[in-house]
């Protein structure tokens, strides 16, 4: 039986109007999940590059939710660009953080 890899995980913030991810480039495996929480509960969405290799490419998430975007095993692979917006009342702060996909 294979052991499940624990998920990788994304912190995002929003401070002062800057949004930031801790790690800002995440290195992902085949198999393996990314996982994103925002701090503060601030509802928040990501959307994948037009590249992307994923058929879903927009994923919001309301407050106290997060995202898991599991990585398929046969995801080519390779750096990934994305869209955060993060929603603080009637403003969108937004950051472009990227994935890399390991084999």
């Given at each position: 039986m294979e052991k499940t890899k624990p998920p990788v995980s994304v912190k995002i913030t929003l401070?002062?109007?800057l949004v930031q991810c801790a790690p800002c480039r995440t290195y992902v495996r085949r198999g393996q999940?990314?996982?994103w929480d925002c701090a503060?509960?601030?509802?928040?969405?990501?959307h994948l590059g037009y590249d992307s290799p994923f058929t879903k490419v927009h994923h919001q998430a309301l407050?106290?939710?997060r995202i898991r975007l599991n990585i398929a095993k046969n995801t080519p692979c390779g750096s990934y660009k994305y869209i955060i917006a993060v929603f603080n009342g009637s403003k969108v702060w937004i950051e472009d953080p990227e994935f890399i996909v390991l084999p």
């Open positions: 401070t002062k109007g999940s990314i996982e503060k509960n601030f509802p928040f969405a990501i407050r106290q939710q």
